[in-house]
């Protein structure tokens, strides 16, 4: 099975200056929370706040147009019930909220104490919902990139999985 992605770029030239006065990022973190990323999460949380903090490091003005988000996935909750859930959001792109509250907000982040059937988890599924409902154009202007970074130790469900939450 062919998995498309599409992509797309704006060349950097001095097209892409007169952008930036109202160009603004949103960067949503697909996190796995399944028991296998019990040792790692630490390690997710630690590397994010970097990234943060280098962002921070920018002039405010820069720093004001980068947004965050995060979503937790897991696998399928019909199939393994202890998982609590499929996909949950850590946190939608807010644009007034600030970088500290959304670090808050990764601070309760956590891994399941419940096994999952398998090795491969619902990676898409949580890609999928980031796609779809990171909250990209929440006030009606949209964001200009949008970058999904998905963080994982395991293999994605195959497509056409009873178990998979995405139909791809």
């Known amino acids: 099975p062919i998995i498309n992605m599409e992509v797309a770029s704006i060349p950097i030239d001095d097209t892409a200056q007169s952008l930036s006065d ?40 820069q720093a004001s147009k980068i947004h965050f988000g995060a979503l937790a996935f897991r696998d399928s909750p019909e199939a393994a019930p202890g998982l609590e859930y ?44 980031a796609v779809r409902n990171a909250g990209w154009d929440a006030d009606g202007s949209p964001i200009g990139a949008k970058f999904v970074i998905l963080i994982t130790d395991a293999g994605p469900k195959r497509p056409g999985d009873p178990n998979a939450g995405s139909p791809i």
């Open 22 to 61: 109202d160009f603004e990022v949103g960067v949503v973190f697909v996190i796995d929370t399944t028991q296998s990323m019990d040792p790692y999460i630490r390690m997710v949380r630690k590397g994010v706040e970097t990234i943060i903090s280098g962002i921070l490091d920018l002039d405010a003005d």
């Open 86 to 129: 499929r996909t949950k959001w850590i946190s939608r792109i807010e644009r007034d909220r600030s970088h500290e509250a959304f670090l808050l907000n990764l601070a309760n982040t956590h891994a399941s104490t419940y096994s999952s059937d398998g090795f491969n988890e619902d990676s898409l599924a949580g890609v999928l919902e």
